[in-house]
């Protein structure tokens, strides 16, 4: 058995060494059962830890976002009132500082003015209310795939994931919400700025589609809320794709469900399903 | 950046409602010495380490801060979010709940907030090689810990003391 330290396996699960050393840690472990298990062993504590933290976070964006719905008065517990304040002083803190550091002019309303006035502020776009211009802004996310996507193929789950995969060139999440409500209904490639968009639909039982879409790109991993018009949105970025919850659910609604998605582990490498010929059928038979 | 304060205030005295009030202080002291803020430095960085430094002076105060630093487990537990399945990874949140603040700290800022040793240790106030030890002490621990094997139930043991062949 080689003798590798616990300092250079933990530098290489945590991405630390240089690609020499990469390579040589690799030539090891591919021939020593030993030391692939410890390494295995702390890949995996590396990956627990990373979702043990994940979790921690994804409640305090809940009760953040709790924060931002406007509440009765006379609801307000004493830690509500304490987070609402808190909200207020870290949004002070952060506008101050970037005005220290970039001189942003900037005044705070509201800043003197207790509790009661400082919501976290749900930002809202206005919407277009000339139709034409509204269809045609839809019909320029439409492109080839959109149409090339069959119709057929929507009932195999694997072979959508699978299109939208290959469409979008890298692997993304496409999440079971029937536990929230919502049935997987169809998806469509559509494109942004030249670039491929997907689109996976979702009904619930009543109101309009929840749509989830998905872009090749990087961005803040953080979920921020977002309205347009009376539609509703969440944002946030993970392993290379920047995903957009859209629906006309609640904000608490659509924050839970993207928390849900965000918490879900990434997908596995999608490989083409078997097609279905009588060999093939054979062979699983 | 809100709920990546409060987590490291939470994680830092693990409980939520004490970690609230943490964050809450530490916001007044950044709000009123603002101008210790140098241009450049990463703001998430800065708050960061005044959180860290708050919760220090004032441990630094108390009687007795050994004591004072402990956390309970089912505070800790809360901090969790378990919709999804409600599932609670208990063995992680056990082995963190029993760490010092600042091993529990250094995990965070390097696996939960993706901080370079550099960046953790300035939060932390210290050498990049502490943090890079912290590490490698803490994940080789909880991979031995994941790892390690079930004890033998006792009726197992005692049937290998006996085997069948030996029996009167």
Redo the contacts between chains.
Sequence with gaps: MTELS??LL??Y??G?LARKQTRAVEKVFDQDDIIA??VE??K???N?????????????????SAVSVPVQESSLSE?SI??V???G??????L???A??YGWPLSFPGLNSGTQGVM?PVQTAPLSTDWQEEAARAHALLSRASVEVGVESQSNPDFVAFQLSQILGTNLKIPNLEPQGFRFVRAQALRSGGAPLTQILYLGATGAPLALYAKKGEGSG?LTEKHYGEIGTVAWAEDGVAYLLAGEAEDSLLM?IA??IK??PAPPLRSAPKAQTPVNGALDR | ???????FA??LVGER?EG??L??RA??C??AE?YR?Q??TA?DV??FGEIYRTWLHELRGHPNPVAQAKIADAGFED??????DGYL?TP??GF?SGLPAQQRLT??L???EGFD?EDAGRVLDVGTDII?AR??RV??A???R??ARPPAPAAAIVETLYPEGLRG
């Design positions: 616990d300092e933990v530098a699960v945590d630390q298990a410890r062993a702390l995996q504590a590396h627990r830890l990373e979702a043990a933290f994940e979790a921690i976070l994804a409640g305090e964006e809940m009760d953040v830690r304490l987070k304040a808190l909200a002083v870290g949004i002070a803190v952060a101050g500082l970037a220290v550091g976290l953080t839970r928390t849900k918490l879900e | 950046m809100l709920p990546r304060l409060m987590r939470d994680v409602g609230t009030g964050l809450s916001l007044h950044m709000l603002q803020y241009v450049g703001l800065w708050a901090l969790f979010y378990q919709e999804i990874d992680v949140v963190l995990l965070l390097v696996y939960g040793h890079a590490l490698v994940s080789a909880l991979a031995d994941l790892s």
